[in-house]
């Protein structure tokens, strides 16, 4: 794993060799990563290189810190494609695990001009503002804040959202969505959504703003998202 004589840093072939281990299953998720120590003296190398490629892998997501406890390979990123326009509850649901959501605010408030604007709708027009924590499994994956024309379905409630709000709009609304558009951009955890994600303040996060227009070209939402970076990996298959 370690070649004193690279010219890559020890640390660098450390991490890269972890990753591997991960990669081809000889270090499973759930299962203790050797101490600092046994790596040390594995491989005749100081506890500080150690310590750094591990702290760099812990920020990468591959490993997890347990309090007390010691530190554990983490669960694999969730893959996403970001072909096709799927809602959160039938990302999870094709994986096979189970979509929860945490309402933490549902509102009807009066569109401020830049909401507006993006839902082409008129200043001032009633527009809900939905905040919720999208959980797999019961753990926090995202937390997104939508905005939606209150004419376009006038009938939404809290409990409506509290499931499939795309499940209700082609289901029950009888509208159809159309496409699409999503700009990702990576960022850091500000206190609020470092909270709500249970991550710590300054971690990487994924923001994602994603405007959806129904088939008929009316704009059906406007949603911010906030993605654990550690959780989450976006992919996209591009033909020539
Ligand atoms: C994803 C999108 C959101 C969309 C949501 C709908 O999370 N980023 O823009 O509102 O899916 O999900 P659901 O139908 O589960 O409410």
Redesign the pocket.
């Known amino acids: 794993m370690i070649n004193k004589q690279s010219p890559l840093p020890i640390y660098f072939q450390l991490e890269e060799g972890i990753k591997k281990q991960i990669e081809n299953g000889e270090l499973n998720s759930g299962d203790m990563l050797p101490s600092e120590r046994e790596y040390s003296e594995r491989f005749s190398i100081s506890r500080m290189t150690v310590r750094q490629a591990i702290s760099n892998l812990v920020n990468e997501g591959y490993l997890e810190r347990q309090r007390g406890k010691g530190t554990f390979i983490a669960q694999k990123k969730l893959e996403q494609n970001l072909k096709g326009l799927t809602?959160?509850?039938e990302d999870m649901k094709s994986r096979g695990m189970n979509?929860e959501t945490i309402m933490i605010h549902f509102t009807k408030v009066q569109a401020i001009p830049s909401i507006a604007e993006k839902l082409e709708l008129s200043i001032g027009a009633p527009i809900y503002e939905i905040k919720r924590i999208?959980l797999a499994d019961g753990l926090p994956m995202?937390y997104?804040c939508?905005y939606m024309s209150c004419d376009l379905i006038p009938a939404l409630t809290m409990d409506i959202a509290k499931g499939?709000?795309?499940?209700y709009v082609e289901k029950k609304a009888g509208l159809e969505i159309g496409k699409g558009v999503q700009e990702i951009e990576a960022a850091i955890a500000r206190k609020k959504e470092a909270e709500i994600l249970e991550i710590k303040e300054g971690s990487p996060i994924l923001c994602?703003q994603?405007k959806?227009y129904l088939r008929d070209q009316r704009v059906l939402?406007l949603?911010y998202?906030f993605y654990r970076a550690d959780r989450y990996r976006f992919f996209v298959e591009m033909d020539r």
């Open positions: 809602s959160f509850t979509p999208r995202a997104e939508l499939s709000i795309y499940d994602i994603r959806t939402e949603v998202s």
